[in-house]
């Protein structure tokens, strides 16, 4: 059973998208804070922090991540902010066209690839089918 107050808390957050995905990104910042320490915590908040304008443009924040996401792999840092990136792709497939949709698959895509190669277990192709099943529920 719903409790009395939850459907204008949801009506709030539907009028009022940067609000909501000004929550969502403090969420996800204080998730990441907490698991990590040092400079990670800067490529977390580089991996986060964009969210906040997702909605106003999409493309630009998931390539913004992107690029962070990069950096951060050629730092060999592995981070939970990466779940940004799933968050980041949804957006543009929800509101972006096709071109922009796909462009942003294919480098998340080339993403996975490289960090299953750096991180993934001796047996890769479990956990590259885990996270390209992510990136694939996350546009679908």
Known sequence: R???????????????PLLADLLLTLVLLALGLATTHGSDR?????????????????????????AVAFVQWVADRNLIADLSLLIAVYTVAA?????????????????????VARW???????????????????VA
């Open 120 to 138: 993934g277990d001796p047996a890769m192709l479990p956990t590259f089918v885990l996270l390209t099943g992510m990136a694939t529920a996350a």
């Open 95 to 115: 509101q972006e066209p096709r071109g922009r949709v796909i462009a942003a698959c294919a480098v998340l895509e080339i993403g996975i690839v490289i960090a």
């Open 42 to 66: 800067l490529i977390t908040a580089g991996l986060t922090l964009p969210l906040i304008w997702r909605r106003r443009a999409p493309f630009p924040v998931f390539i913004a991540i992107a």
């Open 2 to 16: 719903r409790p009395a107050g939850a459907p204008r808390r949801v009506n709030r957050l539907t009028r009022h």
